[in-house]
């Protein structure tokens, strides 16, 4: 579908697009009179939906819609998308919103008809970001379950990285609201640990049982265009991390660059590299995969500036 859209002088949150037929879409702050509108909205989804939404097929009530409304009260935003026909009619086909989080975050949630899916998704998200980084938001975090295709395709597609989650079903995304990298949440003391490269969690029972924060990135095999490190600049990830670890799948592709590409823009910050083996020697610290607790240990050996960079074991 082929649209364009114009946005509201003098209020960043609010768009207008113009679609096919004469119909005309906002995107705005949601009012009470959208009340009606959210109910419907949810109304209408069926039992996969509300499970994608609230991991189970609850059914909210009326105080849900009225919290949403009053988002701005808490410090969160919340939009709705509606539909105004040639006729007159107004339908709410949309909204995507965040409450605050007190690390300084927002947590975020979005919600879409069924006949608007497709484009509607990411235009909210996208208004939704520019908003909350004209508030002073860093970044937007969500949970979403790994069956949840769709989601975790928008999310990947606004440069996520994920964070460490208890629940293997689930995984928690990171998205900053100036991409294309987010920004380490604020209030955790611990050691930080970048992770690049494909595959799951990082030993995440035992990095979480250590105290450190992890953040995993896909890596340039996935991002590699929107990877600042390989453009030439410093990635605020990896500038604010105290240890690098580089997942080395094999010894070709686009991996070495990455390390050299480390070592030029973030000069300050240890990398480590969890290989299969030892065959890649000279490059960084090897750091054998298979042991959560051997691995651990190094990279705390590494954030403490111990000169010891012989593979642990």
Known sequence: MQVTHREARGEEAARTVELPGGAVLHVRPAERDDLEGLTRLYAELDADDRYRRFFSVYRPPPEFFEGMVAASERGGLELVAVVRWPDGHEDLVGEAGYEPLPNGDGELAITVGHRWRGWLGPYLLDALLSAAAARGVPNLEADILLTNGPMLALARSRGCVTMDHPDWSVVRVLIGTSRPTPRWPAGHEGTRVLVEGPGGP????????????????????????????????????????????????????????????????????????????????????????????????????????????????
């Open 202 to 313: 990082w030993h995440a029972d035992a990095a979480r049982a250590a105290g450190l924060e992890v953040l995993a990135c896909p890596g340039p095999a996935v991002r590699r265009g929107s990877c600042p490190a390989l453009q030439g600049r410093p990635c605020p990830l990896a500038t604010d991390a105290d240890v690098i670890v580089v997942r080395h799948p094999d010894a070709g592709g686009p991996w070495p660059d990455l390390l050299a590409a480390h070592r030029q823009a973030h000069p300050g910050v240890p990398v480590c590299l969890e290989a299969p083996g030892a065959g890649v020697e000279g490059e960084a610290p090897v750091v054998p995969r298979g042991d959560d607790a051997v691995a651990v240990a190094f990279v705390q050996r590494r954030a403490a500036g111990d000169g010891d960079t012989r593979p642990p074991g």
